[in-house]
């Protein structure tokens, strides 16, 4: 099974990004690192918020991308 985020508004509309590289990713780990990396341009293209996904089951999320206040 694959793992993938689910891009989102803050309001739960999808979002689909520009940026590359994080269309499916092999385990866990691999994702989170990539989503850790990537997340100011996610943020920078609309999105407010990311599901983490192994194949159709939703493992955690939505999860914030903006930094705390």
């Given at each position: 099974?694959?793992?993938s985020w ?61 930094p705390p206040?």
């Amino acid at each position: 099974m694959t793992f993938s985020w689910r891009f989102e508004s803050a309001d739960g509309t999808p979002v689909v990004p520009t940026v590359t590289g994080g269309e499916r990713f092999p385990n866990q780990s691999d994702a989170e690192s990539w989503v850790g990396e990537a997340w100011p341009d996610l943020l920078a293209e609309g999105v407010d918020q990311v599901t983490l996904l192994e194949g159709e089951r939703k493992v955690y999320g939505p999860m914030s991308l903006h930094p705390p206040k």
